[in-house]
């Protein structure tokens, strides 16, 4: 990776993957999830690659070949990757106060994705228990609180 912009030709080819492994998925819940979580990467690499073309007149490239990147085989496996996604967009040190922004926000997403799929990694946790909490909604990490979690829905005023 040498700069930034493969961060977001990443997130385009992890989408695909972490697509896949929603469309795999038999459990509601997870499923439910998993659709954000892919959801999110595309945005995130959709602003992130907008961005840096506005303020870095950046030719988006038409091949990802060399991005490739497989479904996860389990929530562990992808859990890990989200950490090592955030890590990955911190070591670049970006100074731009736009592209910070895209990259902060997707953080904190991020951050709250693998507080939430933690509880499909715990073997007493029932799969389909988000089910009734979460109805045919798409389901919005923002306003979710996951329980034994530091993680508190937005205040609305």
């Known amino acids: 990776m040498k700069d930034i912009?493969?961060?977001?030709?990443?997130?385009?080819?992890?989408?695909q993957a972490i697509h896949l492994f929603h469309?795999?998925?038999m459990d509601y819940s997870l499923?439910?999830?998993l659709n954000?979580?892919?959801e999110d990467f595309d945005k995130f690499a959709d602003d992130l690659l907008e961005n840096l073309q506005g303020s870095r007149n950046l030719q988006i490239k038409s091949d990802l070949s060399e991005y490739p990147t497989n479904a996860p085989k389990d929530v562990n496996e992808l859990m890990m990757f989200l950490d090592q996604f955030g890590n990955l967009m911190d070591s670049f040190g970006e100074k731009d106060p736009g592209v910070l922004n895209v990259i902060n926000s997707f953080e904190e997403k991020?951050?709250?994705?693998?507080?939430?799929?933690?509880?499909?990694?715990?073997?007493?946790?029932?799969?389909?228990?988000f089910k009734e909490e979460l109805g045919n909604?798409?389901?919005?990490p923002d306003n979710y609180r996951a329980p034994n979690s530091e993680i508190q829905p937005d205040k609305e005023d």
């Open 36 to 38: 954000s979580i892919y």
């Open 137 to 140: 909604t798409k389901f919005n």
């Open 5 to 15: 912009s493969d961060c977001g030709y990443l997130a385009l080819s992890v989408s």
């Open 110 to 129: 991020l951050n709250k994705y693998v507080s939430l799929l933690a509880r499909f990694k715990d073997p007493k946790i029932e799969m389909g228990m």
């Open 23 to 25: 469309l795999q998925c």
């Open 31 to 33: 499923h439910v999830l």
